[in-house]
């Protein structure tokens, strides 16, 4: 409950023009926002810039802002369009997602690195195999902790079609990954 009223505080800051709620609200939420977009896009430079690039728009946008429901949500309901917006662009240009760099785990055990390094690849491999509509509903309900009901407004959808594209992605994926460790 706390958190809502921090962000609460911090949203009304920014819209009053400070600075240090808009840089507090970028500490609270970049690496979420950066998560949420990597996993997406499969590529941890293009999700970074992509951030970026939002928080200058959001650092900009304090008098037009108007944030119903949490912050977070909101926050990764903008970075959500603008992977798609990338996306669709890759795609005019005859980019693949696949040829995007894959993400990396930085995990500071040596001895479980190379373990977690490995899994990370299998998943990383298995979540790119999803079609973008399932791994969206997985990401933005597992990272981005929306309900069905907003990623089904998000992606204007039913709420229905949200929760069972959900379903299909946690199949697909134990699927996957259950093939890749019996191999």
């Given amino acids: 409950m706390t958190n809502i009223v921090e962000d609460r505080l911090l949203v009304w800051e920014f819209k ?31 999700a970074e810039d992509i951030v970026h690039d939002f928080f200058v728009s959001f650092g900009q ?5 108007k944030v119903q429901g949490r912050l977070k949500a ?8 603008l992977v798609r917006d990338n996306i669709r662009r890759r795609r005019r240009e005859g980019a693949t997602l696949d040829e995007a ?12 690195s190379a373990v977690s390094s490995e899994e990370q690849q299998q998943l990383s ?12 509903v997985l990401i933005l309900h597992l990272h981005g902790g ?12 039913s709420t229905n079609t949200a929760w069972s594209r959900y379903r299909y992605a946690l199949k697909k994926l ?5 093939s890749e460790m019996a191999e």
Avoid at 74 to 81: E, G, K, M, R, S
Avoid at 101 to 112: F, G, I, L, Y
């Fill in 174 to 178: 134990r699927s996957q990954l259950n």
């Fill in 101 to 112: 760099e894959s993400v990396r785990s930085t995990v500071d055990a040596p001895d479980q």
């Fill in 16 to 46: 009053q023009g400070s600075a240090e709620a808009l840089q507090r609200i970028y500490e609270k939420y970049v690496t979420h926002l950066v998560t949420v977009a990597a996993t997406l896009l499969n590529d941890v430079n293009s």
């Fill in 146 to 157: 929306l309900m069905f009901k907003q990623i089904a407004r998000l992606q204007q959808v």
């Fill in 74 to 81: 909101y926050l990764t309901t903008c970075v959500v369009n």
């Fill in 61 to 65: 946008s304090a008098d037009k802002l």
């Fill in 125 to 136: 491999t298995a979540m790119g195999r999803l079609p973008y509509e399932q791994r969206e």
